[in-house]
């Protein structure tokens, strides 16, 4: 796994709202205003974007993309559904949304500064980065403000270990279309929402139709059901533009 990834993915990250934004209720809309970014920073990457392909025919939005120091784009998130915010109103667990993470597949690399090596990036990364934003847009808005932080980096902790182990036993299998070519995909359900991680042909090494970077896939969701999904390149990204 990625072992630098830990700390830049925090960071790319969309950071949870804290108990002050619930407590002043904040809308959806207003709680995601702060971590949305442009078209720009998509644009920018060498990779494709991967979104729920034509079945789904609801909202779509982007999030953000995170970088590497030298402001090359590693990985970015768009959305589908209704957006997620924490609520205290007791009605967050009605939410209905997936989140598409792309990960840009890398081999080992020198960093950005060259004093050291990076790890190549693999379906663990896709793993780790999903299951942070699912912590980060589910996390219990009712949790006390001192207990607040100690919670979350437990559970970031936790999501470490499992991404880790994605071959293990928390995690099952299932085959969902990507463009449309059956792929595997590592799939877990928690007390949040689930989780679906996996990697197109051309990022464990093999080559695809169209030239494309292979890429890996992290997905998260909450309300919408896991098993009837399916992805593709994204051709327009001013679908996402709202």
């Not at 559970?155 to 995690?171: K, M, R, V």
């Amino acid at each position: 796994m990625d072992t630098t990834g830990r700390v830049g993915a925090r960071g790319a990250l969309s950071a949870p709202s804290t108990s002050d934004d619930v407590e002043a209720g904040r809308t959806p809309q207003e709680d995601l205003a702060g971590v949305r970014r442009s078209l720009d920073g998509y644009l920018l990457a060498d990779f494709p974007w991967y979104g729920l392909d034509e079945a789904f025919s609801g909202p779509r939005w982007l999030m953000q993309v995170g970088t590497a120091s030298d402001g090359t784009v590693e990985h970015g998130s768009t959305g589908h559904g209704e957006e997620p915010a924490l609520r205290a109103d007791g009605e967050q667990d009605k939410q209905r949304f997936a989140v598409v993470v792309t990960v840009a597949g890398r081999p080992v690399r020198e960093s950005a500064d060259g004093t050291g090596v990076m790890d190549a990036t693999s379906v663990s990364s896709a793993a780790w980065l999903a299951g942070s934003g699912l912590l980060a847009c589910t996390w219990p808005a009712q949790i006390e403000r001192h207990l607040r932080d100690k919670w979350l980096e437990q559970q970031l902790a936790a999501a470490w270990e499992l991404a880790d182990d994605i071959d293990g036993s928390d995690w099952t299998t299932l085959s969902l279309p990507v463009d449309g070519v059956p792929t595997r995909f590592h799939y877990r359900e928690s007390e949040f929402g689930w989780l679906l991680a996996g990697s197109t042909d051309a990022a464990d090494g093999r080559s695809v139709s169209g030239g494309n970077t292979g890429v890996h896939i992290g997905v998260y969701g909450r309300g919408m059901s896991a098993y009837g999904l399916g992805f593709s390149v994204i051709k327009d990204l001013s679908a996402y533009d709202h």
